[in-house]
């Protein structure tokens, strides 16, 4: 049951904005303000936005295409060059940053040449004490968070977007592909093809909440736990697709997917358990 009062007060700071341009992903978040935003402000007051790049996977940009199409949300797509930059291309710590500053530098050009009065994001009330250098780069380009001021829980808005009749509300997490390197290996457009090929072949397979992690030739798997059980009878299928995508073999995280994996190993040696999956030739 969602508060009458988070509810209230998300329309407070929707209305308070008055027209908006909204970093839009595809992804939960974005696709409920989005919606929300529609329905309070109206399509003209509205302008969902997703960057376009390789660390993107081409799946959540169709995705975002579609539900706006479907739900009349003003869609855009820019092209964003964070490649480019060095800084990100090293793959450090905070790469999020370099990644986020692009971005919304970007959507702030639009929402200045287009008479949009803020540009937000789909930050919620979860997202709140994780390693986040983008909430950063949000800070420094005047981004508002409407989910996050509001205190709207994951929960709370898959619930709400369910009410909405949103197809992504019990869609899983999806960062970017880059997020899938471990820091301080670089981020190039093969790596990112390798993880989005294999990643790709596994929700064939009809796997749903994991993640394909690069460590140079070898994929790190990681499955959630309550799917963990089938890994043993696609464990083929599973090893030819990741071959497929470029990897010389697969290992298994006996830990299973688990939100900020990427960040566990930041100021301390990374501890993991792993099992292969297929042979080792």
Known sequence: MIADAKRERLAEILRECGSVVIGYSGGVDSVFLARVAVELLGPDRVLAVTGKSD?????????????????GIPWLEVETREMDDPRYAANPSNRCYFCKSELWGRLRAVAQERGFAAVLDGSNADDVGDHRPGAVAAGENAVRSPLLEAGLTKDEIRAWSRELGLPTWDQPAAPCLASRLPYGLAVTPRRLRQVEAAEVALRALGFR????????EVARLEVHPAEAGRVAGERARIDEAVRAAGFRRALLDLQGYRRGALNEGLGEGEMVRLVQIGSAA
């Open 55 to 71: 660390s993107i996977a081409s799946w959540m940009e169709d995705i975002a295409r579609e539900v706006a199409g479907r739900f």
């Open 209 to 216: 909440d994991f993640r394909v992690r690069h460590h140079g």
